[in-house]
């Protein structure tokens, strides 16, 4: 409840109370007992919507506590946290863990998994696979499989291939949040990544580059020629297409259907008599891409927000793949996704440069 203090999130349901009146000195005390024991300094009486998402994530474990659970399940806890952030997460969790709580870890980040499992279970499609009781006896390539069921050799195989002529090109150029001039060239088939942290300056330079804030300095070629980008559609109209990093705030719309999604951005150039939406195009875009990027929904009509963040990006690529995409940005493509549909999102990737696209992909992890 963002709109709520820290206290009264983590006793919600059972606030202390007499004659129907909160007693709010005692709320904030034991609110205080909770979060320091968590090691947090945060004072109880603030709003909720002030704190980061990583003191969100510690408030909750707070109300675990409060009720004095037992068994404390996190799922994929992660996504959205700072180094700093997920260090302490885990700092927490192993204190929980010596206390003698049960911790149930769900996550599909490996680095995770076994930085802090004693057992792990891998589940597939609904179903489960198999469970590792011997840390000592699983690696990465074996837990991998299990998830996947095929072997890691199959999942990522790099295949050299020929580049074509120059698709992007940046001569120093600057944005805001990227403090120093960046050149580099993008070849037709070739893949580029631009690997940093968290406030590096990545996620800014493709913001700036796609129109979402303004370049401040230096030129913007593609196919040699010069650009002029000050807002997305100059981007889209040139062939220089974007998957943010944040998908679920900037790259999807969460109430409308996965048609709709997909078809979006290419809808203009087939609309009938300049104004009506051509149906029969939609459903036939959409249903091609459904398919060719094994999207997996009930159908083109279900609303996006309740697919997984695999399906989601699935929709953002066969989007931009409707269009006539020169260049593609893709800013953290595998965040928040499991093996299995980071594989298809690395085939998708590869087979737009094998069709002439040429990419710049944004990564936080070396993967």
């Not at 989601?312 to 989007?319: D, E, V």
Request: overall charge neutral; hydrophobic content about 40%; aromatic content about 6%.
């Amino acid at each position: 409840m963002p709109e709520m203090t820290v206290a009264e999130n983590i006793y919600l349901g059972q606030l202390p109370h007499k004659g129907g009146i909160v007693n709010r000195s005692l709320l904030n005390y034991e609110a205080g007992l909770q979060l320091k024991h968590l090691g947090m300094d945060i004072d109880p009486d603030t709003p909720l919507k002030y704190l980061s998402i990583g003191q969100w994530q510690m408030v909750e474990i707070a109300k675990a506590l409060a009720r004095n659970a037992k068994i404390i399940a996190f799922d994929e806890p992660t996504s959205s946290l700072s180094a700093r952030e997920i260090d302490n997460l885990f700092r927490v969790i192993r204190e929980l863990r010596k206390e003698g709580r049960v911790i149930l870890y769900v996550s599909h980040r490996m680095e995770e998994i076994f930085a802090l499992s004693d057992a792990i279970t891998v589940f597939k499609d609904g179903r489960y696979v198999k469970t590792f009781t011997d840390m000592q006896q699983v690696d990465h390539d074996a837990l991998v499989q299990a998830m996947v069921g095929r072997d890691i050799g199959d999942i990522y195989g790099w295949q050299p291939r020929s580049y074509g002529e120059e698709r992007l090109r940046l001569d120093a150029v600057k944005a805001p949040g990227v403090r120093t001039p960046i050149s580099l060239a993008v070849r037709s088939g070739e893949i580029v990544g631009l690997f940093g942290l968290v406030g590096a300056g990545r996620s800014e330079l493709m913001k700036g580059l796609f129109g979402g804030t303004q370049i401040t300095a230096g030129q913007v070629y593609i196919d040699q020629q010069p650009i002029d980008i000050r807002k997305p559609s100059h981007a889209i109209a040139a062939g220089m297409m974007l998957c943010p990093e944040d998908r679920k705030a900037e790259g999807i719309i969460p109430v409308h259907s996965v048609r709709d999604n997909i078809n979006i951005s290419a809808r203009r150039k087939h609309v009938l008599g300049g104004c009506v939406i051509n149906n029969g195009w939609e459903e036939n875009n959409a249903d091609h891409h459904i398919r060719s990027l094994n999207i997996k929904t009930p159908g083109a009509e279900q609303l996006i927000m309740n697919l997984s963040g695999g399906n989601q990006q699935k929709a953002i690529l066969g989007r931009w793949l409707s269009e006539e995409m020169k260049v593609i940005l893709l800013d953290e493509p595998t965040r928040g996704i499991d093996v299995g549909a980071k594989h298809e999102i690395y085939n998708v990737i590869l087979c737009a440069g094998g069709a002439g696209c040429g990419g710049a992909v944004c990564l936080q992890r070396l993967t």
